[in-house]
């Protein structure tokens, strides 16, 4: 066995090292240059802008500069929106689920004993450990249970939304109004559009503008195509033109989106896949040394030096984790 003095010197070290690779990661993240860079294409973005609309005729410029201030407008809205804290009301709308709030909290509330009890009688873990374990449980897996349904739920949208814009596109340049083309998606379509239109369909008997029942859809659906729909709508209501022409264009944006997602899917699967194995790798080492010798690895957590290596370990494997999480997840 190794002195007391060595260990304490290891864990000081090991604790060191923890604190400087917490702070190299903050200040790269931070200090990478990142914001220059975007201040740079903005820039650079409007001075070409700028360019091309000195070149052209006026009547063109005013419109051109008419759709820009409305795209500037909505994506302030958007921005500001993404930056409010989400309710949890929003986060059940975006689930799909018609629940209360006060009863979520309610469930929630009661996983608390649920899980500790089930912990502290099943695994033998001391009553804190099994305390600390249902905290955690009642409020995390409640919200983890709520954003696999909206990325779900969200999945599933995009897979038709395409189509219900060539619906809209059809409809407009049959003769239909677009009140009918939507009422034509909320009937016809499969839940989550088919819900989401019917709700938009139902403001509008309301009396509610079309381009406000896009941005509360957008609130229900946080996806960037809902956001390019009421983008084009209320450019056109602003602007004027061939809305159909507009819409179709829009299909075919969202329809190449969908095979740029296909494709870095596909080419980052192998790095998941990694990613997940690493991750994996020490609890089924850990699980498989406690099947095969138990004795040796009770030491973890029958001493008090092992709690503060269970502790430190744990906290590695966050880190490590969202790091890999950061390099695997690509925005298009």
Same mark, same amino acid.
């Given at each position: 066995?190794?002195?007391? $003095?060595?260990?304490? =010197?290891? =864990? &000081?070290?090991? !604790?060191?090292? !923890? &604190?400087?690779?917490?702070?190299?990661?903050?200040? &790269?993240h931070y200090l990478s240059g990142g914001s220059k860079s975007e201040k740079r294409i903005q820039s650079v973005s409007k001075s070409s802008s700028a360019k091309s609309r000195s070149g052209s005729s006026d009547e063109a410029a005013n419109r051109r %500069? %008419? =759709? $820009?201030?409305?795209i500037d407008e909505m994506d302030a809205k958007a921005k500001a929106k993404a930056k409010t804290r989400v309710t949890i009301r929003a986060r059940l709308l975006r689930a799909g689920l018609r629940m209360n709030h006060k009863t979520f909290y309610v469930l929630s509330f009661l996983m608390f004993p649920l899980v500790g009890s089930l912990l502290y009688v099943l695994s033998g873990v001391p009553i804190y450990a099994a305390a600390g374990a249902g905290f955690v449980a009642s409020i995390g897996l409640p919200r983890w249970i709520l954003s696999f349904l909206a990325k779900r739920r969200q999945k599933n949208f995009i897979a038709e939304f395409a189509n219900a814009i060539d619906i809209i596109v059809r409809g407009v340049k049959s003769g239909l109004p677009l009140f009918d083309c939507l009422n034509i998606i909320a009937k016809e379509s499969l839940d989550p559009l088919?819900?989401?239109?019917? @709700?938009?369909v139902e403001q509008q008997k309301l009396g509610v503008p079309l381009g406000k029942g896009l941005e509360r859809m957008y609130e229900r659906m946080p996806l960037q195509e809902v956001n390019f729909l009421g983008i084009v709508?209320? =450019? +056109? *209501? +602003?602007?004027?033109?061939?809305? !159909?022409?507009?819409?179709?264009?829009?299909?075919? &944006?969202l329809r190449e989106r969908k095979k740029l997602h296909g %494709? /870095?899917? !596909?080419?980052? *699967? $192998?790095a998941k896949s990694s990613a997940a194995i690493i991750g994996a790798l020490p609890l089924v080492v850990m699980l498989l040394v406690y099947i095969t010798t138990p004795h040796y /690895?009770?030491?973890?957590?029958? @001493? %008090? /030096?092992?709690h503060y290596m269970l502790a430190g370990s744990a906290l590695w494997m966050l880190c490590g984790i969202l790091v890999m999480r950061k390099m695997i997840n690509f925005d298009y």
């Open positions: 066995m190794l002195s007391p $003095e060595i260990i304490f =010197i290891a =864990i &000081v070290f090991l !604790a060191a090292l !923890a &604190v400087g690779g917490v702070i190299y990661f903050v200040a &790269v %500069k %008419k =759709i $820009e201030q409305s088919k819900s989401e239109f019917m @709700e938009l709508i209320s =450019i +056109q *209501q +602003q602007s004027g033109g061939n809305l !159909a022409d507009t819409l179709q264009n829009l299909s075919n &944006v %494709k /870095i899917r !596909a080419f980052s *699967q $192998e /690895i009770s030491l973890l957590w029958t @001493e %008090k /030096i092992g």
